[in-house]
């Protein structure tokens, strides 16, 4: 198709679906009351012969390989390690969008017209608007292939006095050929960049830019993602006694160029621009959980058995913030804003605003621009950090025989008992652009108190 500047398409200049390919033969016989349009002349006009499936089925092979060794010849030290490839299976929401049900209705069995300006008392007195690219839609690369993780550890294991077992291990992951879903229509930054240095009335609409043309937005899924995690895992644990007990600290760094399988990159084509700390990279992160048989009590009977025979537990957690990348809107689209230098974050005497109550401020406005329409910005993603997580929560339960086989434990949950506020950020305040930059909006629950029985038989 011809688009003209406008992002408007000129009439009869081409094939609108040019590209397209469907799925298998097509849509069978006996389905064709399922699809609006199934057997509709526009739509047999779209060749078939993509893979049924969508992609090619693939024969995978997924080797592994570990050992134990006891290097005293005693059970109480041993050296375990390994390395295996292992494979994720594409989940249904991969394919779900290209459906004409799903949250995306593609061409050509979704068709749509408009009609414009015309009103009751004259109907005929409209006109049809100039022809538009089609809409977005959902695409999935016909060589997509199952992604795989290279997983690894190695590890030292001891028993330690007082019924206490420690491990210290070294874990690793290499992921390839995992999901994403750029927009593969999107113009280049330079195509951007030149058309935003044009006198306003001269520049170009951005479907006029698109490489594909007579197509405005293509979400295609590709398997071309990439992410690296290593991690020093320190782990002690005694699980025997009334008072048992695991703590556990991992050191890690997870680095990716798409967190999930939505993703949609600035750049997509460059994936080194979007190499950095994953979504959910946490460096570091401290657990421990206890189980205490209280030893109160534990002699009484008739009504006095109520005070004994009670268990405590709990867990504790903290782990350092989320990666943050701070962006600014221009006029050829969201980016990546520019870091002037200096402390990102507000010192804890500029965090909170007394003509602004429950605002609390992390990040520092004065450390940042939107960057320019002439180059990326230099921040890199997840260069910064949000606030850290600190929770507790504790269980207090207590068992009764009743008779037979039926026993009764009752219960007290109480999660975040301390009460910790720990904030968070939304996207909105991550963009210059938009009011409350820099600013945790919203938080993880309170304390909360659940009580329950349970019945047994």
């Known amino acids: 198709m011809?688009?003209?500047?406008?992002?408007?398409?000129?009439?009869?200049?081409g094939d609108p679906y040019d590209g397209m390919i469907r799925a298998g033969e097509g849509v069978p016989q006996s389905e064709l009351m399922r699809v609006p349009n199934g057997n509709s002349p526009v739509v047999l006009a779209v060749p078939a012969g993509a893979p049924?499936?969508?992609?090619?089925?693939?024969?995978?092979?997924?080797?592994?390989?570990?050992?134990?060794?006891?290097?005293?010849?005693?059970?109480?030290?041993?050296?375990?390690?390994?390395?295996?490839?292992?494979?994720?299976?594409?989940?249904?929401n991969l394919l779900f969008g290209g459906a004409n049900n799903g949250p995306v209705n593609n061409p050509p069995y979704?068709?749509?017209?408009?009609?414009?300006?015309g009103n009751l008392s004259a109907p005929g007195g409209g006109s049809v608007p100039a022809p538009a690219p089609l809409g977005t839609i959902a695409a999935i690369d016909r060589h997509l292939t199952v992604p795989r993780s290279w997983n690894w550890s190695l590890g030292f294991e001891r028993e330690l006095p007082w019924g206490i077992f420690g491990e210290i291990s070294y874990v690793g992951s290499k992921g390839q050929d995992l999901l994403r879903q750029p927009d593969i229509n999107q113009p280049s930054f330079d195509t951007l960049s030149a058309n935003a240095a044009l006198p306003?009335?001269?520049?170009?609409?951005?479907?006029?830019?698109?490489?594909?043309?007579?197509?405005?937005?293509?979400?295609?899924?590709l398997s071309d993602a990439d992410s690296t995690y290593h991690a020093l895992q320190v782990y002690l644990s005694r699980r025997q006694g009334r008072l048992r007990y695991s703590l556990s600290y991992t050191l890690?760094?997870?680095?990716?160029?798409?967190?999930?399988?939505?993703?949609?990159?600035?750049?997509?084509?460059?994936?080194?621009?979007?190499?950095?700390?994953s979504d959910y990279d946490r460096t570091r992160v401290l657990v421990g959980t206890?189980?205490?048989?209280?030893?109160?009590?534990?002699?009484?009977?008739?009504?006095?058995?109520?005070?004994?025979?009670?268990?405590i537990s709990g867990i504790g957690r903290y782990q350092s913030g989320a990666p943050l990348t701070v962006t600014g809107n221009t006029s050829i689209g969201t980016r990546r804003a520019d870091f002037l230098g200096g402390d990102p974050y507000l010192p804890a005497s500029q965090r909170f605003d007394p003509a602004s109550p429950g605002v609390v401020r992390w990040l520092n406005p004065a450390a940042f621009a939107?960057?320019?329409e002439s180059r990326r910005g230099n921040s890199n993603r997840g260069q910064f950090r949000g606030p850290s997580l600190k929770v507790v929560d504790l269980s207090l339960r207590k068992g009764f025989a009743v008779g037979g086989d039926v026993k009764v434990q009752v219960l007290a949950d109480l999660f975040n008992v301390l009460n910790e506020t720990n904030l968070r950020f939304s996207s909105q305040s991550l963009s210059l652009s938009a009011g409350g930059f820099g600013q945790l909006n919203t938080a993880a629950p309170p304390r909360n108190v659940q009580l329950g029985v349970r019945v047994t038989f």
């Open 52 to 92: 049924r499936g969508f992609y090619d089925s693939q024969h995978l092979f997924a080797p592994r390989f570990s050992f134990a060794w006891t290097p005293t010849g005693n059970a109480d030290t041993a050296v375990r390690g390994g390395i295996g490839l292992f494979y994720d299976r594409p989940e249904g």
């Open 200 to 221: 306003a009335a001269q520049r170009a609409n951005t479907n006029f830019l698109r490489p594909y043309k007579g197509y405005s937005i293509i979400q295609m899924r």
């Open 252 to 277: 890690s760094r997870v680095y990716d160029n798409a967190s999930g399988n939505g993703d949609n990159p600035e750049d997509y084509q460059n994936k080194s621009y979007n190499w950095g700390p």
């Open 2 to 13: 011809t688009v003209n500047r406008n992002g408007t398409l000129v009439p009869n200049s």
């Open 290 to 311: 206890w189980t205490w048989q209280l030893p109160f009590f534990k002699a009484q009977t008739g009504v006095g058995r109520v005070l004994g025979g009670w268990e």
């Open 370 to 372: 939107v960057a320019p």
């Open 110 to 117: 979704s068709a749509s017209a408009q009609y414009e300006n």
